[in-house]
Nanobody, 124 residues
C-alpha cells in the first residue's frame, strides 16, 4: 500500500494560482502512475490530471488543459499540480491517487490508494 498526503490548498481569488503537492510513502516502488481528482459539493469526483511515474507523461481533463500542469519529483516521491488562471468552478476538494496494480486512467476505479484531500476555494 502507498500512503498519500496532499498539501497546498487554500483560498485564492479568481485568476490566481496555487500549487498542490502530494507526497507518497510506503510501497512507492510499485507506483505505475499518479493522478489528481477533484470533488465539488454535490458532484461526482472527477478526473483532473494524471502523470506516469517513470516517463512523466501527462494527461489532462479538457476543463483544466492549458491552465493546470502536473509534474513529479521521483527522488522525493512527490507529485505536484500547478494551477494557474483559477476559476470559481475549480472550487473543490482535490485528491491525489496512486495506481499500483494496473496503469491508472481517467476513471477513479483504476486507482488503488487515495489521499485525504485538500480544499481549494476560488472566490469570484
Amino acid at each position: 500500500q502507498v500512503q498519500l498526503v496532499e498539501s497546498g490548498g487554500g483560498l485564492v481569488q479568481a485568476g490566481g494560482s496555487l500549487r498542490l503537492s502530494c507526497a507518497a510513502s510506503g510501497r512507492t516502488f510499485s507506483i505505475k502512475n499518479m493522478a489528481w481528482f477533484r470533488q465539488a459539493p454535490g458532484k461526482e469526483r472527477e478526473f483532473v490530471a494524471r502523470i506516469t511515474w517513470s516517463g512523466g507523461t501527462t494527461y489532462y481533463a479538457d476543463s483544466v488543459k492549458g491552465r493546470f500542469t502536473s509534474s513529479r519529483d521521483n527522488a522525493k516521491d512527490t507529485v505536484y499540480l500547478q494551477m494557474n488562471s483559477l476559476k470559481p468552478e475549480d472550487t473543490a476538494v482535490y485528491y491525489c491517487a496512486v495506481a499500483r496494480t494496473r496503469v491508472g486512467t481517467r476513471y477513479r476505479e483504476s486507482y488503488d490508494d487515495w489521499g485525504q484531500g485538500t480544499q481549494v476555494t476560488v472566490s469570484s
